[in-house]
């Protein structure tokens, strides 16, 4: 449960972002309507520093990628990203049921990419949780 209360509570601050926007979860049917963002959930192995015990380190990687109309400039894209930016700033904390995931850095902006009709901006987001 330690990594799905992660993932929840950087689920709920993803959610809280407005203006909102349709999501793809990891899991479910394609989204057909732009804009949109995807979810995808990276983990390391867990860091365990000392045997015995339950105390250990779960890092991982929140990417949420950007589905914009393509030929349409960056400037809606852009603007999303920074409310993202601003919703998972370095230092911040997201919990849920007494799981808290810590943003390691600063959200990453990746290279934008065109795909047939879409302009897509993954945004790569490092995070922590320190489990007991």
Do not use: C
């Amino acid at each position: 449960m330690t990594i799905t209360n992660i993932q929840i509570a950087l689920e709920t601050s993803l959610n809280a972002i407005t203006p909102a926007i349709a999501t793809r979860w990891p899991n479910t049917r394609l989204i057909k309507v732009l804009p949109y963002q995807e979810v995808y959930f990276f983990h390391a192995p867990p860091v365990h520093n000392e045997y015995g015990g339950g105390l250990h380190r779960i890092d991982g990687l929140l990417q949420v990628s950007l589905f914009y109309e393509l030929l349409k400039g960056k400037s809606e894209i852009m603007a999303r990203a920074e409310l993202i930016r601003l919703a998972f700033q370095r230092g911040s904390s997201h919990s849920h049921a007494g799981i808290t995931a810590i943003i390691s850095r600063s959200p990453y902006l990746k290279p934008m990419q065109e795909d047939n009709d879409k302009f897509i901006l993954p945004i790569d987001i490092e995070y922590f949780s320190h489990i007991t």
